[in-house]
């Protein structure tokens, strides 16, 4: 059962062993693991890495395991940043641009997507990945629960991708792919494909699938004896890409949000919180505003 702040400084300072005789009633507040993913710190298992490497503190104190529950009342900090109350839930559609990586820093130096929002945008996180030459519709939330659940394989959205590969493929080709493949071991679930058209050495392809493996489309492609030259995703789940340029971001409403995530309508209402001090993109503005 995991303890509160005070109780697990009581514990370490008393040497305290939580039992049998302990009582059943659960401890007030959240795991702070769910905390900071809300506040949009960090999802669930890379704020369990944060707080594993000494980077998270509860009232002055350096924490190093993520069975803690907190409270409104304690003083969570990152890095030495003060961590507040989080904002609503939020979602946006950002139009990724090839070149672009997926994730907050790379080690190899190059630029993410992250280099490439807004100024003005809060701090956020992806919903799963489009690898680098990969372009189109990345999911972009605030709120680390929406992440996990958007995610997860059981919520089962399918993602639509055109797909351009070379050559002259017939339907039949694409006969595994509609049956599910397995590649070096790793198994493929079925997908949808529809050979669209021609265009002169490419042909044109719609794929759709319901999991994100890592770089599914384009192994899968390669495995019946194509290469993939470009792959856009146009949708994932009920949200489109549409008209939105590359490199541009539109907010989802609040209300279309709820509806098609099943969330509750508590934070109807509720004003937003003020936000932790991140320091702030030094980039010009891009992009469009929410829809009214």
């Known amino acids: 059962m995991p303890l509160t702040a005070s109780e697990t400084r009581l514990s ?27 506040a949009g710190v960090a999802s669930r298992r890379e704020a369990e890495r944060m707080i594993e490497a000494g980077r998270v503190t509860v009232n002055g104190k350096a924490i190093s395991s993520p069975a803690l529950n907190v409270t409104a009342k304690d003083r969570i900090t990152v890095d030495g940043k003060l961590v507040s109350e989080p904002e609503p839930s939020r979602l946006w559609l950002y ?25 003005d945008m809060p701090r956020v996180m992806s ?19 929406i992440k996990r659940k958007l995610e997860l394989p059981s919520t089962g959205w399918l993602r639509k991708y055109r797909v351009r590969v070379n050559g002259r493929p017939k339907d039949e080709d694409f006969a595994p792919l509609r049956k599910g493949l397995v590649i070096e071991g790793e198994r493929f679930q079925p997908m949808t494909v529809s ?23 384009r192994r899968a492609i390669e495995d019946i004896g194509y290469v993939v030259n470009r792959l856009l995703r146009v949708s994932y789940g009920p949200f489109q890409l549409g008209d939105l340029k590359p490199g541009e971001v539109e907010e989802i409403r609040r209300r279309v949000m709820r509806d098609q995530l099943g969330l509750e309508t508590e934070e109807r209402g509720k004003p937003a919180a003020k936000r932790p001090s991140w320091p702030q993109r030094k980039r010009p503005a891009i992009g469009k505003k929410p829809r009214k």
């Open 12 to 38: 370490q300072a008393a040497g305290m062993r939580y039992g049998r005789g302990m009582s059943n009633t659960p401890p007030p507040g959240d795991r702070i693991a769910k905390v900071l993913a809300r």
């Open 195 to 217: 050979l669209d058209r021609q265009q002169g050495a490419n042909a044109w392809l719609t794929i759709g699938l319901r999991e994100g493996k890592n770089r599914e489309i």
């Open 95 to 119: 139009h990724k641009p090839p070149g672009l990586v997926t994730t907050a820093r790379d080690e190899k130096g190059r630029k993410t997507i992250f280099d490439d929002l807004p100024e």
């Open 127 to 145: 919903v799963g990945r489009l690898d680098l030459n990969s372009e189109g519709l990345l999911l972009l939330t605030n709120d680390g629960g």
